[in-house]
């Protein structure tokens, strides 16, 4: 069965750059949601989209932002980075734009800022 | 602060023994509490789900026991095993919301 796809999988930036993370939905869920997840913790929901429109958001910087496409894929940009933003980032997407529906993780975007 | 709160923070246990993972929340608007089991590099993976109107779920060897009054809830995993071993997150989330709340998460040792 198709799993939801993230790439790339591992991205080295320096500070200052800036950095694009795409994900692309298991077929027919509508809904995507990035989080991050800091070496040893739990994952903190950024933000999340459903039927391409902001549903919600969480603890996201101003540096950063996301948008959901026609196709639902979403990209996540994220500007200006600082060496705190090392982190996997995880997409996973849904159908029907609950969280209290199934959410599928993908394998995530491992982050590293020099 | 931590909205689901979540213990032990690790945990060892013997190849067929009992692995217990509990959680506690405030809110009583969430809803929905899965847990899902995480490997190192992986994503999170959803385990089992449980809804406040069932005090428990089993399958397979994993079963949710539910307690609404007490506001928790607990993963018990039987017969673990070595490949069990990994990083146990319990969440929750509202029906009106739209985000997964991950408790700090269990890392799970199951020896030989």
């Known amino acids: 069965a198709a799993g939801v796809i993230q790439s790339p999988r591992h991205l080295i930036k320096e500070k200052r750059e800036t950095a694009t993370l795409k994900c692309y939905p298991i077929p027919r869920h509508d809904t995507v949601y990035w989080y991050q997840q800091g070496p040893g913790q739990d994952p903190q929901f950024l933000i999340s989209?459903?039927?391409?429109?902001?549903?919600d958001k969480g603890s996201i910087p101003d540096r950063f932002s996301a948008q959901q496409f026609s196709d639902y894929h979403s990209e996540l940009n994220m500007s200006s980075l600082e060496l705190g933003d090392s982190a996997l980032y995880f997409c996973a997407s849904s159908w029907g734009g609950q969280a209290n529906t199934e959410a599928f993780f993908g394998q995530g975007t491992r982050l590293t800022v020099v | 602060q931590q909205q689901v709160k979540q213990s032990p923070q690790s945990l060892i246990v013997q190849k067929g023994g009992i692995s217990i993972i509990n959680c506690a929340y405030e809110?009583?608007?969430?809803?929905?509490f899965p847990w899902y089991q995480q490997f190192p590099g992986k994503g999170p993976a959803l385990l089992i789900a449980i809804r406040p109107d069932v005090s428990e779920k089993k399958e397979g060897r994993f079963t949710i026991s539910f307690n609404k009054s007490a506001k928790q809830f607990s993963l018990h995993i039987m017969d673990s095993q070595p490949g069990d071993s990994a990083t146990y997150f319990c969440?929750?989330?509202?029906?009106?919301?739209?985000?997964?709340?991950f408790g700090a998460g269990t890392r799970l040792a199951v020896h030989p």
């Open positions: 809110n009583t608007a969430f809803d929905y």
């Open positions: 989209f459903y039927e391409k429109m902001q549903s």
């Open positions: 969440a929750a989330s509202m029906d009106s919301g739209n985000k997964l709340i």
